[in-house]
């Protein structure tokens, strides 16, 4: 008869093997979505209301020189009836495309044969946000890409100094952005900002901070969840010089991310 010892020893075994075998199974399935071919060099961009822009998806290939035939793509969004875009057989055929995206889809031709599929969309709105779909085939393999678009309105800011004021103002936001002034040494500073928001929802943002100093330099932040400007701005004897940069949110909103699942049954796996 087995001792309690042999036994603990071997339900230990087989819950660790249960559990690799549960970590395994989850492993192949968050990753079995990148085996595809297809890809996105951007599966969450963020559009600029009212602005163009690529969503990426190409056929991945190691070499250079693949040219690709019989390409037919299909660009598609979740929840939307019709196609957003549709190409086969050498041409496309919109006939089925959603009136959404009448007369402002186009894919590139030439890069088309280079298996690359991105879909230009022109003049972003509000409810192009969401999940599309992209699928390729081709005479050489195809396979299918998610992107989630999402949208903001951002715009840099402009500054002007007079009487001891220095003054920022960035035309176009959304969603509503926070400001942060900053001294040299990144100590906050309090300055006094304004919101005005326009017909179609976008804010217009008026800050000013005072008392400033000439040739110091501040650093004035435009920040919501999906878009950060970070402006930095120099007060010079005739004006004020400045340099904005943009870093872009490349958190999903979806909850429930594989790499979270992951880190909860390693943990559950550490735990015994
Ligand atoms: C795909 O084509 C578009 C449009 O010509 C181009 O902007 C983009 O860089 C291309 N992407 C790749 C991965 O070649």
């Known amino acids: ?29 968050a990753f079995s979505g990148s085996l595809s ?13 009212g602005e163009d822009k690529l969503l ?4 991945h290939t190691t070499s250079e020189q ?24 050498g041409a496309a055929d ?9 007369g402002r889809t186009q894919i590139f031709p030439d890069a088309l044969t280079k298996g690359n599929a991105s879909l230009l969309l022109r003049s972003v709105k509000r409810n192009d946000e969401g999940e599309y779909t992209c699928h390729i085939s081709s005479s050489d393999g195809g396979g299918k890409v998610n992107i989630h678009l999402r949208t903001a309105a951002f715009s840099a800011p ?28 990144g100590n906050v500073l309090r300055g006094s900002t304004s919101f005005t928001q326009n017909s179609a929802g976008i804010f217009s943002v008026v800050s000013r901070l005072q008392p400033v100093n000439v040739s110091d330099t501040y650093t004035f932040r435009i920040q919501n969840d999906l878009v950060i400007a970070v402006s930095e701005a120099t007060i010079t004897g005739s ?16 909850p429930g991310s594989y790499l979270s699942i992951i880190i909860s049954v390693l943990c559950i796996y550490c735990l015994i």
């Open 158 to 185: 402009t500054f002007t100094f007079s009487n001891g004021t220095l003054s920022a103002e960035a035309s176009r936001w959304f969603p509503k952005p926070n400001v942060t002034w900053l001294d040299y040494f």
């Open 239 to 254: 004006g004020v010089s400045k340099n904005t940069y943009f870093t872009y949110s490349a958190a999903s909103s979806r």
């Open 56 to 59: 990426s998806c190409y056929i």
């Open 66 to 89: 693949t040219t690709f035939r019989e390409m037919s793509v299909t660009w598609e969004k979740k929840e939307l009836s019709g196609v957003v875009y549709l190409y086969e057989n």
């Open 94 to 102: 919109l006939k089925d495309q959603n009136s959404q995206y009448k």
């Open 37 to 49: 071919e297809v890809q996105s060099s951007n599966r969450l961009p963020i559009a600029n209301l």
């Open 1 to 29: 008869m087995a001792s309690l010892g042999q036994i603990i020893f071997s339900s230990m075994i087989i819950l660790i093997i249960i559990f690799s075998a549960i970590i395994i199974l989850i492993l192949a399935l």
